[in-house]
């Protein structure tokens, strides 16, 4: 499976919660969110895509880090309780629509506001599906 089918299954496995639609209603988008797009939003950015690799040569695993972004024009708490919910989501879930994947979330979470449309920007960085 490449790596664009692994973002479309996250991006299904997210939409399947129902607190995330709720919030976002269907704005779960890959790699970037339309000009004028409705807050709160979540967009998948492909970071890393690669194949993983055992003795005897190409294991048939594609390993797949992705970036969460969590946009809000509410507040941080929005956001943040937005990106706890993504993480929660993804983290429970033995496999994304029939695909076994591995997922671990790296410990780094930040959050800016972008001044001019008071955009609140909660960055979780990464989490990596094996499938």
Known sequence: MNAQEILKRVRDTLLQ????VTAVDDRVTI?????????????????SATSEEVLNGDSGLTAVRVEV??????????AFNL?????DTLTVYPSLNG???EVRRDNQRTGSQIDGDKVTRIVQTDFIFYS
């Open 31 to 47: 790699e970037y969110a339309e000009q004028g797009e409705v807050f709160p939003g979540i967009v998948l950015s492909l970071v």
């Open 99 to 101: 695909i076994a994947a």
């Open 17 to 20: 919660n129902i607190g995330i």
């Open 69 to 78: 972004s969590v946009f809000s024009r509410e507040s941080y708490v929005e």
């Open 83 to 87: 990106a706890d919910l993504i993480t």
